[in-house]
């Protein structure tokens, strides 16, 4: 009686069977740790690109750039000075109008406060006004008057000073704008800011009228 065979009667044993357990477990664990530091590496590249670019906008975009302030226009209302003898009295009714130019350079609206104009004549303080809050939006400008009128009661000490000027023909006065506010990025970023303006203004006392305007701007971050 003929008996069969097998081919192969001693078969390979399975590859991964063959493998000791201790070397499949260190070589899943190597597996593994790859994985993990791929996944750490993109993480990394992704917080990295992330910062580069919030910090592109902050120095861009987000930067605080100062708001411009410009007087645009002066011109005066009132009647020419009148003087008295020979008790010397002056009598004086002039009112300088400005036109302010207030421009917000940033991506972001400009919030500013309650300002304010004041009117010098030979370092003293001789008239204000108050400038009222408003909102400039973002990349744009406003124009804000101002009525500045010379109150004589204040110029007592500075009389005689005053009748010299008014007898010469022109008069010299000074004007500082003042406008505080704050620019506010995101919602939370906030930079604050003051716009100053500082004039020197002649008048002409016959013909009434602005001879010449002379203007500083700077600003306050």
């Keep these: ?12 044993p399975d590859p991964e069977s063959s493998v000791p357990e201790p070397e499949t477990k260190s070589r899943r664990r190597h597996v593994r740790r790859r994985r993990c530091l791929i996944a750490i590496g993109v993480c990394i590249f992704f917080i990295m690109l992330l910062f580069i670019i919030l910090l592109i906008l902050v120095l861009t975009v987000f930067k605080a750039r100062q708001p411009r302030i410009k007087i645009l226009s002066a011109s005066l209302d009132g009647v020419s000075p009148r003087i008295s003898f020979p008790v010397v009295r002056v009598e004086l009714n ?20 309650s300002g304010q104009s004041i009117l010098l004549y030979q370092g003293e303080q001789v008239g204000e006004v108050e400038i009222y809050p408003g909102n400039i939006p973002a990349r744009g400008s406003t124009t804000i008057p101002s009525r500045l009128t010379l109150q004589i009661d204040k110029v007592a000490s500075q009389v005689l000073q005053l009748v010299r000027d008014i007898i010469s023909g022109q008069l010299a006065v000074d004007t500082q704008t003042r406008i505080p506010g704050r620019v506010t990025f995101l919602g939370f970023i906030r930079k604050h800011a003051v716009a100053i303006s500082e004039c020197h203004i002649v008048i002409g006392i016959s013909q009434m009228k602005v001879r010449s305007l002379e203007c500083k701007e700077k600003t306050k971050l």
Aim: without cysteine.
């Design 1 to 12: 009686m003929i008996q069969s065979h097998d081919d192969n009667p001693n078969p390979d």
């Design 94 to 113: 002039i009112s300088l109008n400005l036109q302010i130019l207030v421009e917000n350079r940033n991506h972001a609206s400009f919030k500013h406060g």
